[in-house]
């Protein structure tokens, strides 16, 4: 599987992004998707999984009620939707592909090369 994600940019608090994490083969569907973020000078850190359905979702604490993550099958393509963007949103954003239903990065095995999401106060 190989990922491609977009939509990241410049945009100031309060407003709103969505991400795009396209893939290719055509497996796509049986492997939850999970966004992770680094922010310069810190660790990367989990933020939201689908599974392979779309029925099951989670998110961190601070983005719950700011993003949404959803997927479309048809299209091999899962999204991030994110609103009420914070400073502390800015980061290095990577989707990613597993087997697994899991927040934890070394389940996943499939990573897109990320996007820049920058928001400014």
């Known amino acids: 599987v190989q990922l491609q994600a977009s939509g990241g940019g410049l945009v100031q608090a309060g407003g709103s992004l969505r991400l795009s994490c396209a893939a290719s083969?055509?497996?796509?569907?049986?492997?939850?998707v999970g966004w992770f973020r680094q922010a310069p000078g810190k660790e990367r850190e989990f933020v939201t999984a689908?599974?392979?359905?779309?029925?099951?979702?989670s998110y961190i604490e601070s983005v719950k009620g700011r993003f949404t993550i959803s997927r479309d099958n048809a299209k091999n393509t899962v999204y991030l939707q994110m609103k009420s963007l914070k400073p502390e949103d800015t980061a290095v954003y990577y989707c990613?592909?597993?087997?697994?239903?899991?927040?934890?990065?070394?389940?996943?095995?499939?990573w897109g090369q990320g996007t820049q999401v920058t928001v400014s106060s």
């Open positions: 990613a592909a597993s087997t697994y239903y899991s927040g934890n990065s070394v389940r996943y095995n499939y």
């Open positions: 083969g055509r497996t796509f569907s049986s492997y939850a």
């Open positions: 689908i599974n392979w359905s779309g029925d099951s979702t």
